[in-house]
T-cell receptor, first 112, second 112 residues
């Protein structure tokens, strides 16, 4: 079955450490997105990419970086510059003309 | 003012009740309207998708869009404990940017 695979499901980061969250899709979708979700809040856009080798900042890009070397892959790096990284991270791709999204199952990142 | 407003609840109803979930928005350019269901620690899944104004029904779920009032609703008939989740509204201008604007989500519990 086609879908979006995020790994790992749970991730622990030490202070000052960079970590990378994986997002892979086999849906042949062009556009991919990273969102951050905090308790009681909606989804906030971190980065998005509409085509390979191109990506744009979203609303809260500071402290994050991405790459898009392959259509199937859109990894997110949470750098040490992100001061409050503990959150639920969701990767998504565009499913149709209304830009409705298909989401992965998320990665829960916790700073220890 | 946020683009999309959604009461976070929580909302607690008995099994079999009719549930009404709502969102208001400020941008009259929005054309595509969606409802996502998100179970705890999972990614959101698309539940309903509507273009422009009107109603759409899918089983026990009905989505309504009133563009003149900038108001959208999701009705759940004969609610079940399995409907217990967070419901997120989302909307889009329909541009190629693919930018979705999300509400904060309403947490629903259906008790047996």
């Amino acid at each position: 079955d086609g879908g979006i695979t995020q790994s790992p499901k749970y991730l622990f980061r030490k202070e000052g450490q960079n970590v990378t969250l994986s997002c892979e899709q086999n849906l042949n979708h062009d556009a991919m997105y990273w969102y951050r979700q905090d308790p009681g809040q909606g989804l906030r856009l971190i980065y998005y990419s509409q085509i390979v080798n191109d990506f744009q900042k979203g609303d809260i890009a500071e402290g994050y970086s991405v790459s898009r070397e392959k259509k199937e892959s859109f990894p997110l790096t949470v750098t040490s510059a992100q001061k409050n990284p503990t959150a639920f991270y969701l990767c998504a791709s565009n499913r149709g003309p209304g830009q409705e999204k298909v989401f992965g199952q998320g990665t829960r990142l916790t700073v220890v | 003012q946020k683009e999309v407003e959604q009461d976070p609840g929580p909302l607690s109803v008995p099994e079999g009740a009719i549930v009404s979930l709502n969102c208001t928005y400020s941008n009259s350019a929005f054309q595509y309207f969606m409802w996502y269901r998100q179970y705890s620690r999972k990614g959101p899944e698309l539940l309903m998708y509507t273009y422009s104004s009107g109603n759409k029904e899918d089983g026990r779920f009905t989505a309504q869009v009133d563009k003149s009032s900038k108001y959208i609703s999701l009705f759940i008939r004969d609610s079940q404990p399995s409907d217990s989740a967070t419901y997120l509204c989302a909307m889009n201008r329909g541009s190629t940017l693919g930018r979705l604007y999300f509400g904060r989500g309403t947490q629903l519990t259906v008790w047996p």
